[in-house]
């Protein structure tokens, strides 16, 4: 909810990482360190060099690794909150590697691996929003923060969630 609200106000984080989000003493999550954070083009930008790779390579969307911050918009934000679930689930990122080369590589060229084949215990429902979120190709992702924040709601309330097994 918290990253819509800053998409409605047409500010892109990109750098959504599990050390960006401060959980409140009530349970409330927080964004933190928008230092990488860009307005839209409607708004005004903030500029950053062209083809300047600038982020945590771990939580890139393929399209941040492939073609830079140019190419980022909401629907990265959402890949990077979706990796953050990964790693809530399983207890480690989504991809890890001996350099950052290795890293980005993974990002760009693998899905990520089952959250249960790491942790058996992952439910299948929360293990489907996560690879939703992060799916390589924007068309099958969440189209907005919104969605996946719904899904996410629905999932905690017991309800059927909207995302779907590939």
């Keep these: 909810e918290a990253l819509e609200a800053a998409h409605a106000a047409g500010v892109l984080h990109r750098d959504l990482k ?8 009530d349970g409330r999550a927080k964004l933190m360190d928008f230092g990488l954070a860009k307005l839209d083009e409607a708004a005004g930008s903030v500029a950053t060099r062209t083809g300047e790779l600038i982020g945590t390579p771990a939580y890139m969307s393929p399209e941040h690794v492939e073609r830079g911050m140019a190419e980022v918009d909401p ?8 990796a ?5 689930l399983t207890g480690r990122g989504p991809y890890e590697g001996g350099s950052v080369t290795e890293v980005m ?6 899905e990520p691996e089952a959250p249960h084949r790491l ?9 489907t929003i996560c690879l939703k979120a992060m799916a390589r190709e924007k068309a099958r992702r969440y189209r907005s923060a919104k969605e996946l924040a719904i899904d ?15």
């Design 152 to 166: 996410c709601g629905r999932f905690c309330a017991g309800e059927p969630i909207a995302a779907r097994r590939e």
């Design 105 to 110: 590589l993974r990002v760009v060229q693998e």
């Design 18 to 25: 599990p050390g960006n989000v401060l959980i409140e003493k």
């Design 75 to 82: 629907q990265s934000d959402v890949y990077q909150l979706g």
């Design 84 to 88: 953050i679930l990964y790693e809530m």
């Design 119 to 127: 942790r058996p215990e992952v439910d299948r429902e929360a293990e």
